[in-house]
């Protein structure tokens, strides 16, 4: 198992690439082009850019995360075809320069979602972690959730909530009204008929990353969320470049989620894998916590056990 570190880029991270050289075993930076929209052709020098910040300290550029899905592909509008030939000029730009995987997701108007920043933990060590209140949620407006982790991000580009984005959340949830689980995965199986053979060709696996929580929010259709959704996705396309990033963290607020299984069943699938944990509660409310299976409410040692007994080597 290769082990790499989430990286937002020059200037729009707190955390240097000197510091990242220094985590024992690291081999690579997990990045992204984070001012790019989702539909542009992310260019060659841009991504030579990174890989040379990268190459200084002697880390690699395998893992990009994301190359985000424009809203047009996820709702089957006609013009998704000139951003699906956007994203396969993108695949190819990046399979030129060495990149491996490309972690997506294909969920509607918000990629990930937690109510607080900066909560503080419940192990009394002093942190802080990203917080969901399950029961918030229930009468919180968009636009001001929206609002208070703009505020909250100090200044950082959030990955999945870009402003210029987000400003027509009222446009997108219009257009989201009428849109099923089965509408939602009869167009991620279209785009991954669409790419696949392009990012085969690249030698780049594609891995979708799992909808975080796994539930619907604000009545959105949510298609990455248990064992049934994975089956059906790596069984839309069969290739190794249609493959999975198993997110502990994503799957785990679900405690009927078997992530042992899932490994178990689909690790031929699973190019890249997020070992995270959290802590649940009765109430539907979690935590982020450390990766201490005592800490939280997934077995960690189990999940990292399970992948070295497939002969993971993602």
């Given at each position: 198992?290769?082990?790499?570190?989430?990286?937002?880029?020059?200037?729009?991270?707190?955390?240097?690439?000197?510091?990242?050289?220094?985590?024992?075993?690291?081999?690579?930076?997990?990045?992204?082009?984070h001012?790019?929209?989702?539909?542009?052709?992310w260019?060659?020098?841009?991504?030579?850019?990174?890989?040379?910040?990268?190459?200084?300290?002697?880390?690699?550029?395998?893992?990009?995360?994301?190359?985000?899905?424009?809203?047009?592909?996820?709702?089957?509008?006609?013009?998704?075809?000139?951003?699906?030939?956007?994203?396969?000029?993108?695949?190819?730009?990046l399979?030129?320069?060495?990149?491996?995987?490309?972690?997506?997701?294909?969920?509607?108007?918000?990629?990930?979602?937690?109510?607080?920043?900066?909560?503080?933990?419940?192990?009394?060590?002093?942190?802080?972690?990203?917080?969901?209140?399950?029961?918030?949620?229930?009468?919180?407006?968009?636009?001001?959730?929206?609002?208070?982790?703009?505020?909250?991000?100090?200044?950082?580009?959030?990955?999945?909530?870009?402003?210029?984005?987000?400003?027509?959340?009222?446009?997108?949830?219009?257009?989201?009204?009428?849109?099923?689980?089965?509408?939602?995965?009869?167009?991620?199986?279209?785009?991954?008929?669409?790419?696949?053979?392009?990012?085969?060709?690249?030698?780049?696996?594609?891995?979708?990353?799992?909808?975080?929580?796994?539930?619907?929010?604000?009545?959105?259709?949510?298609?990455?969320?248990?064992?049934?959704?994975?089956?059906?996705?790596?069984?839309?396309?069969?290739?190794?470049?249609?493959?999975?990033?198993?997110?502990?963290?994503?799957?785990?607020?679900?405690?009927?989620?078997?992530?042992?299984?899932?490994?178990?069943?689909f690790?031929?699938?699973?190019?890249?894998?997020?070992?995270?944990?959290?802590?649940?509660?009765?109430?539907?409310?979690?935590?982020?916590?450390?990766?201490l299976?005592?800490?939280?409410?997934?077995?960690?040692?189990?999940?990292?056990?399970?992948y070295?007994?497939?002969?993971?080597?993602?």
């Open positions: 198992m290769k082990t790499t570190f989430r990286w937002y880029g020059e200037g729009n991270d707190t955390v240097s690439l000197e510091a990242i050289r220094q985590i024992p075993s690291m081999t690579g930076v997990v990045w992204a082009l001012d790019m929209a989702a539909g542009e052709v260019p060659e020098d841009r991504i030579i850019e990174v890989k040379e910040q990268a190459a200084k300290y002697g880390l690699n550029i395998d893992v990009v995360e994301s190359v985000n899905v424009h809203e047009a592909i996820k709702l089957g509008l006609p013009e998704r075809e000139q951003y699906i030939e956007n994203y396969k000029e993108s695949l190819k730009n399979g030129k320069h060495g990149v491996k995987v490309v972690c997506y997701n294909f969920m509607p108007v918000f990629d990930w979602m937690r109510t607080d920043l900066f909560h503080p933990s419940f192990n009394g060590d002093g942190s802080t972690a990203l917080f969901y209140d399950h029961g918030a949620m229930k009468d919180l407006d968009p636009k001001q959730l929206v609002k208070s982790v703009a505020e909250g991000s100090q200044g950082l580009t959030l990955p999945g909530w870009e402003p210029e984005r987000l400003a027509h959340l009222d446009k997108l949830f219009d257009a989201y009204k009428d849109v099923s689980e089965d509408d939602l995965r009869k167009n991620l199986k279209y785009f991954l008929e669409a790419i696949i053979p392009t990012a085969e060709a690249a030698g780049i696996k594609m891995g979708i990353h799992p909808d975080d929580p796994p539930f619907s929010i604000f009545g959105l259709p949510r298609i990455v969320k248990n064992y049934a959704d994975l089956k059906a996705i790596v069984e839309m396309v069969d290739s190794p470049s249609n493959g999975l990033t198993l997110c502990s963290g994503a799957l785990g607020p679900n405690p009927d989620n078997d992530l042992p299984q899932m490994i178990r069943d690790h031929d699938r699973i190019p890249f894998a997020h070992i995270r944990n959290i802590k649940r509660f009765d109430n539907g409310d979690f935590i982020e916590t450390s990766h299976s005592s800490d939280g409410s997934l077995d960690i040692a189990e999940i990292v056990r399970t070295h007994d497939m002969g993971f080597t993602g």
